[in-house]
């Protein structure tokens, strides 16, 4: 046994460097195995910068080892099941959160995106050539960002539209004073309207007036006014009177007295319009007027008198002043002068 010992022992010491060498070796291989495998690389984070040291090639396992999480929206500039070699860069920007107000909606966004138009783009959010956006599409995202998106639309729209008629008023002798009477029916115009309408969301905002064309014109109305008095004599029925005016009364009949004439001259009781002067208590009786008031051949009526026309002349008679005919002396007499309210009639 002492034998199989010191045998043993003499063989260890004779081959002991050999395994000492190859132990070497292989820790040798191993390390430099090890140290090849060995990557540094950079992960940038929205800009800042976090060193990686690690043995794996995968992006994703890299990005789990070192508890670099990605979210939905957050974007990476290589694809997770990439390899990568030392002295790579990877770059990861992560999203913020943004509200969009848009067609009555807020929409809670998580984005990645740069800028207001690249998020509407990835989003989805077609806007049209009027519409506004606030802020402005070019401005940075920020986390809380809020943007509000305004539909603008232009419509041109035609509207007939009322031209409303005059009313032109008339007076008439055919109807008594106050009356009222629409002589011809008023009709309104038409035009039509072409406008240029601006609606935000749905709403009005701004209406420009492109043209106005006439359709049709408006027709007049004619009104008559009244303008006949009514007056009404104490021995009944009305009297219908254009103008009323207060005169001096006086009285004359056919006699050498009141014309100069007798009976057989010639124009004895003949007028100055040539017809015969006459005192008629059912009808018109003559009177003398100054023509230049009441023009020959006018009708009216003198109170206390009744019906007369203006048939006669007297170079005594101007102005408010008339001449009553009688047929005697003893009425005209009667008469005498005084102040009466005469009626022109219609």
């Not at 003398?288 to 009744?306: C, E, F, N, S």
Request: charge should be positive.
């Amino acid at each position: 046994m002492m034998k199989n010992a010191k045998n043993n022992l003499k063989y260890y010491f004779s081959n002991g460097p050999k395994t000492v060498f190859i132990v070497m070796m292989l820790l040798t291989c191993i390390t430099v195995t090890i140290f090849n495998m060995k990557k540094v690389i950079s992960v940038i984070v929205d800009g800042k910068s976090i060193q990686v040291i690690t043995l794996k090639s995968n992006v994703n396992q890299i990005l789990k080892t070192n508890n670099i999480a990605l979210g939905a929206k957050d974007q990476i500039t290589v694809s997770l099941d990439s390899e990568v070699k030392d002295g790579d860069k990877i770059y990861i920007k992560k999203a913020v959160n943004v509200k969009v107000k848009v067609d009555g909606k807020e929409l809670n966004i998580q984005t990645a995106e740069n800028t207001v138009a690249d998020m509407l783009k990835a989003e989805n959010i077609v806007l049209s050539g009027e519409d506004k956006v606030t802020p402005l599409k070019s401005d940075s995202l920020k986390s809380g960002l809020q943007v509000q998106i305004t539909r603008v639309n232009t419509d041109v729209l035609q509207e007939v539209k009322a031209i409303d008629f005059a009313t032109e008023f008339k007076n008439s002798n055919e109807l008594d004073k106050g009356v009222k009477k629409v002589i011809q029916t008023g009709k309104a115009g038409q035009k039509v309207i072409t406008s240029s309408v601006v609606y935000e969301n749905g709403k009005e905002v701004s209406r420009k007036l492109v043209s106005e064309k006439l359709k049709s014109q408006p027709v007049k109305q004619i009104v008559a006014l009244g303008t006949l008095g009514v007056y009404t004599p104490s021995r009944g029925g009305d009297i219908h009177y254009t103008e009323k005016l207060r005169v001096r009364a006086t009285a004359y009949n056919a006699d050498f007295d009141s014309t100069g004439k007798s009976p057989g001259d010639s124009g004895y009781g003949i007028t100055s319009t040539g017809v015969r002067a006459k005192r008629n208590t059912d009808g018109y009786s003559t009177i003398a007027v100054d023509p230049r008031v009441i023009p020959l051949g006018t009708k009216l009526w003198v109170d206390g008198y009744g019906l007369a026309i203006a048939e006669d002349i007297g170079g005594a008679i101007k102005g408010n002043h008339i001449d009553l005919y009688f047929d005697s002396n003893n009425e005209m007499m009667d008469w005498g002068s005084r102040s009466v309210d005469i009626y022109i009639l219609k």
